[in-house]
């Protein structure tokens, strides 16, 4: 989920569900996969409640939280985009698994996608000021869809950054919507697997680019711009990629963008082999790989973007305060601003709580994130 900071109504933050205690409110509905209230915001938490979330593999949900009111976390395209954008993607993939790759009679939901591509298009550049946290909420087989449309908002975004045309932004929003389009060809075991794959495995999921591609050229709104971003997007710029292991500038740009929304929003997703990264983890991990697997300068647009520690991050300071974030400026990405309410390692109640700019204070950082 795409957040930003907006003054007046509920203070809300996400917590991971084992640290949820029955009695506590929820700040935000969760959806399904096609679009359905699971639990709505307002509902008080029960115990069993907490088994339908976990049976459902949601391993975190927002809160209502006093203690920062006036914190209200808004998403950078509507609700209403978000939930008909992953239905959208949920009902394409179905007819992919059903009908086969190869089938003739296999059709991609042409008109919708386009006007869908457009709307989000639109709603982004209208919010395109704003920092962005990927803090999504998602049950366990709706990672896919909830990660398309990650990856199409955090790709259009970063496009936007770089001030790309129209016809540009159009093109990789749809690629990057389809990015994924062949993983309805890999057999499910593969996809939730909670081990490593065996060789052959990761061969069959190489080969979802390939795939994607194929069924992508079969569409009306096919574009080879967007095809390329499907086949590309795992490429990366040291060589080291697939399906053809191209380096470099050879790599299509708009696939680069793709393949850095895909990579960020799957290190932050918790997944059947490993638990999410924290956000600043995950942007630290990218650093790291700046021209090694990304061009360097495609990434810095992209974590222009990005917040390291989201709106209602628990932060431990090097003074030994800590509290919750409650704001983030752009450029000052990783000095965000926080209402300091403990004090010492037990996090004993801070005598005088306070908001902390960190931007302005730049003799203390950020040592840990707690839940």
């Not at 989000?120 to 398309?148: F, P, Q, T, W």
């Not at 908001?355 to 994130?369: C, G």
Request: hydrophobic letters at 40%.
């Amino acid at each position: 989920m795409i957040l930003n900071l907006k003054v007046g109504g509920l203070g809300m933050r996400k917590i991971s569900l084992e640290n949820v205690q029955p009695g506590m409110v929820l700040g935000k509905p969760i959806f399904g996969g096609s679009g359905q209230v699971l639990l709505n915001t307002g509902v008080e938490i029960k115990p069993q409640y907490l088994l339908y979330l976990e049976n459902m593999g949601i391993n975190a949900i927002y809160i209502e939280d006093k203690r920062i009111e006036g914190l209200e976390i808004n998403d950078v395209i509507s609700e209403k985009t978000r939930r008909e954008t992953r239905s959208l993607v949920k009902e394409f993939m179905g007819d992919i698994q059903s009908k086969g790759a190869q089938s003739k009679s296999l059709v991609i939901k042409d008109k919708k996608i386009a006007q869908t591509v457009s709307r989000i298009i639109e709603e982004l550049l209208n919010n395109k000021d704003m920092l962005v946290s990927l803090l999504d909420i998602r049950a366990k087989g709706d990672y896919l869809y909830a990660h398309s449309v990650n990856c199409c908002v955090l790709a259009t975004l970063t496009a936007i950054e770089m001030k790309m045309d129209n016809d540009n932004l159009r093109c990789l929003a749809t690629g990057a919507l389809l990015h994924d389009l062949g993983m309805a060809t890999v057999p499910e075991n593969i996809l939730q697997k909670a081990g490593e794959l065996t060789h052959d495995e990761y061969e069959t999921v190489k080969n979802h680019t390939i795939y994607g591609h194929e069924i992508f050229k079969k569409s009306p709104i096919y574009s080879a711009r967007a095809g390329v971003i499907i086949l590309q997007h795992h490429e990366r710029y040291n060589g080291q990629g697939y399906p053809n292991g191209i380096d470099g500038h050879k790599i299509n740009r708009l696939a680069q963008i793709a393949a850095l929304a895909d990579v960020y929003d799957a290190l932050t997703s918790e997944r059947p082999y490993r638990k999410a990264f924290q956000p600043h983890q995950a942007v630290e991990m990218l650093q790291a790989w700046g021209n090694v697997y990304f061009d360097l300068e495609i990434l810095r647009h992209f974590l222009t973007n990005i917040a390291p520690y989201p709106l209602g991050t628990h932060v431990f300071l090097s003074n030994k305060e800590s509290g919750l974030v409650t704001d983030c400026k752009p450029g000052y990405a990783l000095r965000p601003t926080v209402r300091v309410l403990y004090t010492g390692e037990d996090l004993a109640p801070h005598p005088a709580p306070y908001d902390l700019d960190l931007s302005e204070v730049l003799d203390l950082v950020i040592l840990d994130v707690l839940d």
